[in-house]
T-cell receptor, first 114, second 115 residues
Framework: AQSVTQLDSQVPVFEEAPVELRCNYS??????LFWYVQYPNQGLQLLLK??????LVKGINGFEAEFNKSQTSFHLRKPSVHISDTAEYFC????????????FGRGTQLTVWP | DTGVSQDPRHKITKRGQNVTFRCDPI?????LYWYRQTLGQGPEFLTY????????KSRLLSDRFSAERPKGSFSTLEIQRTEQGDSAMYLC?????????????FGPGTRLTVL
């Protein structure tokens, strides 16, 4: 079974500051990893995904994430945030064989202050 | 692609009533998923379909819940005899098997409030 831990439930930062949202997972098999963003009253939008290959993955809106197999982590980073990045961010894993069900973390609320 | 659509966006009902939600996936996506998201939590998997076949169901999907995808296109999720604990956002997602590295694209969700 998989579990996903997002270590911070809330992350407040000032505009133009860097940010890191942490995600750890537990799995005995290879996994695919995803970060989704959810704006208020909306569905989830894919930010980026790791399936294989390079461990540094670049996504939309200037976000990137690094897959670390030894630490079972997939932290999301952005060097300079905007107020428009304020949203809920979810880390998710798939067991990697058939791209089926996703297991989500509890989410991290990123709030960017001016 | 027009994206995944869900109807209704909001539903308020009284305890004990039945409700039905609809999901229209992205055209030609043969996989369709239902998730439930409660306040302060990430989405939790309920069930998924490959074409019209329901391949997996979560333990969260009690006997009061039933999902269908009769022609392999749109899907419905019905909750019978609703309870207050059913209040949540119900999310639908779709993906394609044609591309091995495809991902799930989510709809805007249906927010259910049971009074």
């Amino acid at each position: 079974a998989q579990s996903v831990t997002q270590l911070d439930s809330q992350v407040p930062v000032f505009e133009e500051a860097p940010v890191e949202l942490r995600c750890n997972y537990s799995s005995s098999v290879s996994v695919y990893l995803f970060w989704y963003v959810q704006y208020p009253n909306q569905g989830l939008q894919l930010l980026l995904k790791y399936l294989s290959g390079s461990t540094l993955v670049k996504g939309i809106n200037g976000f990137e994430a690094e897959f670390n197999k030894s630490q079972t982590s997939f932290h999301l980073r952005k060097p300079s945030v905007h107020i428009s990045d304020t949203a809920e961010y979810f880390c998710a894993v798939d067991r990697g064989s058939t791209l089926g069900r996703l297991y989500f973390g509890r989410g991290t609320q990123l709030t960017v202050w001016p | 692609d027009t994206g995944v659509s869900q109807d209704p966006r909001h539903k308020i009902t009284k305890r004990g009533q039945n409700v039905t939600f609809r999901c229209d996936p992205i055209s030609e996506h043969n996989r369709l998923y239902w998730y439930r998201q409660t306040l302060g939590q990430g989405p939790e998997f309920l069930t998924y379909f490959q074409n019209e076949a329901q391949l997996e169901k979560s333990r969260l999907l009690s006997d009061r819940f039933s999902a269908e995808r009769p022609k392999g296109s749109f899907s419905t999720l019905e909750i019978q005899r609703t309870e207050q604990g059913d209040s949540a956002m119900y999310l639908c997602a779709s993906s394609s098997l044609k591309r091995a590295t495809d991902t799930q694209y989510f709809g805007p969700g249906t927010r259910l409030t049971v009074l």
